[in-house]
């Protein structure tokens, strides 16, 4: 049986070590490479219809007489609480669809903004499909031009949403989406001739938008 020499072992083991510590020191760098764990970035694309009044007036706005319906852009950051629940803020711009006219060859312009706070539960964070529902609490802000007057109603709403993602690859997520918000408007202002005049409402009722689309997202699997 033949034995390695002292100087063979010797070599042995130096490289031995140094792959030791090769390895060893590459664990920390894979650890903290990528995308932060902690972190979501979703970016939602959709179309909300309206339903309700703007108001509780005897002679109110219907608000799908305002509005068709809404193509929104929703981004939104999060910071992840464990591995199934996320908190974050989120902001919705919006491409206004008008209904109300301002002549017979011509709607109205309009626009439309939201903003709040969400929070969202993932029941399988890992994948490959991930479900989720969450509740977002936000404020609207929904205006119109009629014949130079510009009309302004904003107040609070709450929205119940859920989809799923399914991941694509690595961080990367894409899924569909459904949600339901409901608000009351308790602020009007109007502006006119360079001149502003605002009220809170006394006739408040309820209105919704009814809301589907898809979402691309960016998180690592827990």
């Known amino acids: ?58 002679d109110p706005f219907y ?3 305002v509005y068709k319906g809404l193509f ?66 936000g404020y609207e802000r929904a205006s119109f031009n009629v014949q130079g007057i510009d009309i302004t109603y904003s107040g609070p709403d709450v929205t119940l949403q859920a989809g799923f993602d399914r991941n694509l690859a690595g961080i990367f997520w894409a899924g569909l989406f459904v949600n339901c918000t409901g608000g009351r408007y308790d602020s009007l202002e109007v502006k006119f001739n360079g001149r502003t005049g605002d009220e809170s409402l006394r006739e408040r009722t309820l209105h919704l938008w009814l809301g589907f689309g898809v979402r691309v997202r960016m998180a690592a699997p827990q």
């Open 72 to 137: 929104a852009a929703i981004v939104e950051p999060t910071v992840r609480i464990g591995s199934n629940v996320e908190l974050g803020p989120w902001l919705q711009l919006s491409h206004a669809q008008m209904r109300v006219r301002c002549s017979s060859d011509t709607t109205c312009p309009g626009s439309h903004l939201r903003f709040g706070l969400q929070g969202n539960y993932h029941w399988n964070p890992s994948g490959p499909y991930n479900p989720w529902t969450g509740v977002a609490l």
């Open 1 to 58: 049986m033949q034995t390695l020499s002292r100087p063979t072992a010797r070599t042995l083991a130096l490289l031995s070590l140094l792959v030791s510590s090769i390895a060893f020191a590459q664990v920390p760098e894979e650890r903290g490479s990528g995308f932060p764990r902690w972190l979501g970035l979703s970016v939602r694309a959709g179309y909300l219809m309206p339903g309700g009044q703007m108001d509780g007036s005897p």
């Open 63 to 65: 608000l799908y007489e």
